[in-house]
């Protein structure tokens, strides 16, 4: 009878041990105390975006047997390239030594303009002009010659200075250029009025990306035109425009902000279509 006792008194602590590590604990939901939110909205965008692909998923299941082979092999429908829509990294930096096959012109590209004061100062004109394909790759960055006499050249912020516009473009075969890029592709950027209005362009309204006026950024921020220093601070986790801007690096961040919340921006769009 001690044996037995002992055998069964065994049993009763492994149950109770096996119901211990099968009891759910609360997640933590405290927030960071360093004011920067976008981890825990990373994890929001996450969340909604599998959502959305799971009910993407299942009406493709229904309209075609293709689908069938895919969800055997555990291969996402929504992959693209080698990013996995959905999946985040945290605090990833583009990295601007892309291969070669990533320097090509992208069906998203990202725009940035420098401008500088003409007239009492206040008015802009354009300066320079960087554009980047979803990689990050710098595929056009041109300083333009002025067209009319220069007041401020604001090179605190602009980054410009004099013998950078002696020495630029004719602001008439920049603005072809230019135009010739934006053809029918989808343009993200950051306050994009500003850059098409300094240049003179219009882009279909359906194919543009605005960093400043994406409603979850406003959300996010509280803002209701929220800065792209912000932006990137909060959402991406690093830090731009310390001291002169600088065009490049501002369209790659307007890019980077595109490329992570994509899912959702472009599901957002379809659905209002």
Same mark, same amino acid.
């Given at each position: 009878?001690?044996?037995?006792?002992?055998?069964?008194?065994?049993?009763?602590?492994?149950?109770?041990?096996?119901? @211990?590590?099968?009891?759910?604990? *609360? $997640?933590?939901?405290?927030?960071?105390?360093?004011?920067?939110?976008?981890?825990?909205?990373?994890?929001?965008?996450?969340? @909604?975006?599998?959502?959305?692909?799971?009910?993407?998923?299942?009406?493709?299941?229904?309209? !075609?047997?293709k689908s069938q082979k895919f969800k055997k092999s555990n291969v996402?429908?929504?992959?693209?390239?080698?990013?996995?829509?959905?999946?985040?990294?945290?605090?990833?930096?583009?990295?601007?030594?892309? $291969?070669?096959?990533?320097?090509?012109?992208?069906?998203?590209?990202?725009?940035?303009? @420098?401008?500088?004061?003409?007239?009492?100062?206040?008015?802009?004109?354009?300066?320079?002009? !960087?554009?980047?394909?979803?990689?990050?790759?710098?595929?056009?960055?041109?300083?333009?010659? $002025?067209?009319? *006499?220069?007041?401020?050249?604001?090179?605190?912020?602009?980054?410009?200075? $004099?013998?950078?516009?002696?020495?630029?473009?004719?602001?008439?075969?920049?603005?072809?250029?230019?135009?010739?890029?934006?053809?029918?592709?989808?343009?993200?950027?950051?306050?994009?009025?500003?850059?098409?209005?300094?240049?003179?362009l219009s882009h279909p309204w359906k194919s543009l990306r605005d960093?400043?006026?994406?409603?979850?950024?406003?959300?996010?921020?509280?803002?209701?035109?929220?800065?792209?220093?912000?932006?990137?601070?909060?959402?991406?986790?690093?830090?731009?425009?310390?001291?002169?801007?600088?065009?490049?690096?501002?369209?790659?961040?307007?890019?980077?902000?595109?490329?992570?919340?994509?899912?959702?921006?472009?599901?957002?769009?379809?659905?209002?279509?």
């Amino acid at each position: 009878m001690g044996d037995l006792d002992k055998l069964c008194g065994k049993n009763k602590s492994m149950e109770k041990r096996q119901e @211990e590590s099968t009891t759910c604990k *609360k $997640p933590v939901t405290k927030r960071s105390a360093s004011g920067c939110n976008w981890k825990a909205y990373k994890d929001m965008i996450h969340t @909604e975006e599998s959502g959305y692909d799971k009910k993407k998923n299942n009406s493709t299941k229904k309209s !075609s047997n293709k689908s069938q082979k895919f969800k055997k092999s555990n291969v996402s429908l929504h992959e693209t390239g080698n990013t996995k829509i959905g999946q985040h990294k945290e605090k990833k930096k583009y990295d601007y030594t892309v $291969p070669e096959n990533n320097k090509k012109i992208t069906k998203q590209i990202a725009i940035d303009c @420098e401008m500088v004061g003409i007239g009492d100062g206040s008015e802009s004109m354009i300066a320079r002009v !960087s554009i980047v394909n979803k990689f990050g790759y710098c595929l056009y960055d041109k300083y333009v010659k $002025p067209r009319e *006499k220069v007041q401020d050249y604001r090179t605190a912020v602009s980054g410009i200075y $004099p013998h950078h516009l002696k020495n630029g473009e004719e602001f008439s075969i920049i603005q072809k250029e230019v135009a010739d890029i934006l053809k029918g592709r989808i343009l993200v950027g950051h306050a994009l009025k500003n850059d098409l209005a300094v240049l003179f362009l219009s882009h279909p309204w359906k194919s543009l990306r605005d960093t400043s006026r994406y409603k979850p950024f406003r959300q996010i921020t509280k803002a209701n035109t929220p800065s792209l220093k912000r932006l990137a601070l909060e959402l991406l986790g690093i830090e731009i425009q310390v001291g002169e801007h600088n065009s490049v690096e501002d369209a790659r961040t307007a890019m980077q902000l595109y490329m992570l919340y994509r899912t959702k921006w472009e599901s957002e769009i379809y659905s209002r279509r």
